[in-house]
């Protein structure tokens, strides 16, 4: 085949096209750049213009059965919110953005919504290490991040003034809140397993800790790195004289955990306590998990329906769309991750309350110190449709909400629970204060 | 539990992993040899072997049926991407990784459209607990060994006994000479593809009881393979074999005794040091 000339005229045009591209490219940067500390210019958009809101979703990637129902929770609380007349009257926009459960594609998922979507709040993402990496970059660009993640990371004060989790009860209280009952009912020897990650780590810390201040001991810590996919291997760590086995896993692997704990304890089955983050969709009756019948899991919600005798959990789970055992209700194969995905709920509603208390109306400095002194100004989210999980207690200082947690029991293939924790029951001694971070 | 019993895991996990990456390997190696393509998108057919047995286990409840028709069809997927990818870009080395990362990305998100995020279990064709003094252990997995052992002799009879097997290994040798004496080249690439995607399916399907089918499941396939064919020597069947049972009981006695990510650690200063002192693979021999 002939190779085809490029003619000059072509080159020229092409040349000019590109020079006025990167001029417009430039103006449209310094206009984009000028317009953020500009109060004037956004101030113009009106009262009435949407409130935009970026939700960072684990679309793709190890988290995207989280981040599924993640959404569909984003999506019918905003139904709710629009229905009841938007934030401070005006209506209410999400901007969806996956961030592939990747914590290099969070940190530009948090840049996209600020300099591209121009969104007001940014809230919703789950996985520690994406939290972690793209924390402090919506602390650099000022902008308030809101994350449903449940790790330590926020409560820690490790992070920045911008980021908040009120929606969901981070891994150190949910286990200290916890950590009597097991001691007084599965014995004081444990054998932890665990992600080796962040989220794992908060675990094997806090729970350790709490252990041993009740009188307990570690037999043995087991992590497990996150890509792992066969576990049989690590057994052979677990001590013959452990009361029972605490086991936390996420990801796609909890299944063969299961299995091939039953394979190899067999009828020498230590007690076991897990955390639902491993079951999180995955249908209690399934196939293979009969060998967790008679253990005992923690949730932050519990999944089948009648275990919470409150109106606004019902209404709840009607508008998310998740029938009695916790599954959709267009396809019962289809479990939700009913634990985690409340945190989303509620922290909308969180979000329109400090809105609407603050008086926010538009991405100024200004507003955002509003925005952010009221929320760290509140102390407690009531039990209500807003919150159907329960009463909360919030500590602006930390960033961090704390709610009830819930023991519950395999039985039948289902879950039941046994025992209802108190919110003091989690509480622990702070160890940073956001609100003397600068603005 | 006592050293021995830790010596049994060992050998039991070592084997059973070796065996079923051996399978997987073979076709990483096979398509390399043949067609001297970097298939970036292998591990993903062994996930689609694995997807594919869920919907006809779900579908028909029969685990020998998902042994037959998910191969197939993962070979048909292959089929397909040699003739509307790689042919037309000539199977140039460079183009082709780039081509089959596109590929592995194709094929990911249109398994998480479709079959969805979820870690979806096959139940096992043959459930029984073989309980050992200090532990049980699954025996599934001693059915998956057997049969893996099975498979890989029958790949071996037809790379060895067979006319396409003759074929494929001329055409290993030097493409133009064996396309002189009448080996229809053209045909012989597609067959290689789709025998290795064949191959990883196979696998796929094996280890689905065990592990479950889940869309991101290739990778770690993907990277086990590579390792086996680096120190096995490229394009060495036997090599990758040798090389896939020694990462495999590697593997076991470094998790069992120390832990998993030491044996990871291990087995990827080996490729380093083949890739070092011995470019062409442990096997290779130097004339």
Redesign the interface.
């Known amino acids: 085949m002939a190779e085809r000339k490029i003619t000059r005229r072509e080159a020229l045009r092409a040349a000019g096209a590109l020079a006025g591209a990167s001029v417009l490219t430039t103006f449209g940067v310094r206009l984009l750049s000028a317009s953020v500390p500009n109060d004037t210019v956004e101030a113009a958009a009106g009262p009435r213009a949407p409130l935009r809101i970026g939700f960072q979703v684990h679309r793709?990637?190890?988290g995207?059965?989280y981040?599924?129902w993640y959404e569909r929770v984003g999506n019918a609380a905003l139904r709710l919110i629009n229905e009841q007349g938007g934030i401070a009257g005006r209506p209410v926009q999400i901007i969806v953005e996956d961030d592939g459960t990747d914590p290099k594609r969070g940190v530009e998922v948090v840049e996209k919504f600020v300099n591209q979507h121009r969104v007001d709040f940014i809230f919703g993402t789950l996985f520690s290490h994406v939290v972690i990496a793209a924390a402090p970059r919506a602390g650099e660009l000022k902008v308030p991040y809101l994350v449903v993640s449940e790790g330590y990371h926020v409560a820690s004060g490790k992070l920045n003034r911008y980021v908040f989790q009120p929606g969901i009860t981070d891994v150190r209280a949910q286990v200290t809140a916890v950590a009597p009952w097991i001691v007084k009912n599965l014995g004081k020897r444990a054998t932890l397993i665990f992600p080796?990650y962040a989220f794992g780590h908060d675990h094997r810390d806090f729970f350790s800790a709490r252990l041993r201040a009740l009188g307990g001991e570690v037999a043995a810590l087991v992590p497990?790195?996150p890509?792992?996919?066969?576990f049989?291997?690590?057994?052979?760590r677990v001590p013959r004289n452990t009361d029972f086995i605490y086991h936390v896993m996420v990801g796609?692997?909890?299944?063969?955990f299961v299995?091939?704990l039953g394979?190899?304890?067999?009828a020498r089955k230590p007690k076991l306590f897990g955390f639902i983050d491993s079951l999180e969709?995955?249908d209690i009756a399934?196939?293979?998990l009969e060998y967790l019948e008679g253990s005992f899991l923690w949730e932050a919600f519990p999944r089948y329906a009648g275990n919470v005798k409150t109106a606004f959990e019902q209404q709840y789970r009607d508008r998310v769309g998740v029938d009695a055992n916790g599954a959709s209700k267009a396809d019962p194969k289809?479990v939700s991750t009913y634990s985690h995905m409340f945190g989303v709920w509620e922290t909308l509603f969180v979000i329109k309350r400090a809105v609407e208390e603050s008086g926010y109306a538009s991405r100024t400095p200004a507003d955002y110190r509003k925005f952010i002194t009221t929320l760290e100004g509140f102390t407690s989210f009531p039990e209500s449709l807003q919150h159907p999980q329960g009463p909360k207690r919030f500590n602006g200082k930390l960033h961090q909400v704390f709610g009830h947690q819930f023991i519950s029991q395999v039985r039948n293939k289902r879950l039941v629970v046994v025992h209802r924790t108190a919110i003091e029951d989690g509480l622990y001694p702070p160890e940073g204060d956001y609100t003397k971070m600068p603005l | 539990?006592t050293p021995a019993?830790?010596a049994v895991?060992?050998l039991l996990?070592g084997v059973v992993?070796g065996l079923v990456l051996a399978l997987t390997a073979l076709g990483l190696s096979l398509v390399f040899g043949v067609m001297r393509v970097v298939n970036i998108a292998h591990g993903d057919f062994f996930m689609l072997g694995a997807v594919f047995a869920w919907y006809v286990t779900t579908a028909t409840g029969s685990f020998p049926l998902a042994l037959l028709a998910a191969p197939l069809a993962a070979a048909a997927v292959a089929l397909a991407a040699d003739r509307l990818v790689l042919r037309p870009i000539g199977y140039a080395p460079e183009p082709t990784i780039v081509a089959t990362i596109g590929l592995l990305y194709v094929l990911q998100?249109a398994v998480?459209s479709v079959y969805?995020?979820?870690?979806r279990?096959v139940?096992e064709p043959v459930a029984f607990?073989v309980?050992l003094p200090w532990?049980?252990?699954?025996g599934y997995k001693l059915v998956v060994a057997a049969a893996a052992t099975a498979l890989l002799g029958a790949a071996w009879l037809l790379i060895t006994r067979t006319r396409l097997g003759l074929y494929m290994r001329a055409t290993q040798q030097d493409r133009e000479i064996a396309q002189a004496f009448g080996v229809p080249v053209q045909r012989i690439y597609a067959a290689a593809f789709g025998l290795g995607a064949a191959l990883a399916a196979l696998a796929g399907v094996l280890i689905v009881p065990?592990?479950?089918a889940?869309?991101?499941?290739g990778?770690?396939a993907l990277l086990l393979s590579f390792m086996a064919v680096i120190i096995g020597g490229i394009g060495s069947l036997g090599g990758t074999l040798a090389a896939a049972l020694f990462i495999g009981l590697v593997d076991?006695a470094l998790?069992?005794f120390f832990s998993?990510?030491l044996a990871?650690i291990a087995a990827s200063l080996v490729v380093v040091a083949v890739l070092v002192a011995r470019s062409g693979g442990l096997l290779e021999v130097r004339g």
């Open positions: 793709t990637g190890i995207a059965v981040g599924r080796d497990i790195p890509t792992e996919t066969s049989t291997r690590y057994f052979a796609p692997g909890v299944l063969t299995k091939e394979e190899h304890f067999g969709g995955v399934t196939p293979g289809d | 539990m019993g830790q895991l060992a996990e992993s998100q998480l969805g995020p979820y870690a279990p139940p607990r309980d532990f049980g252990y699954s065990i592990r479950q889940h869309y991101l499941m990778l770690d076991g998790s069992v998993p990510t990871r």
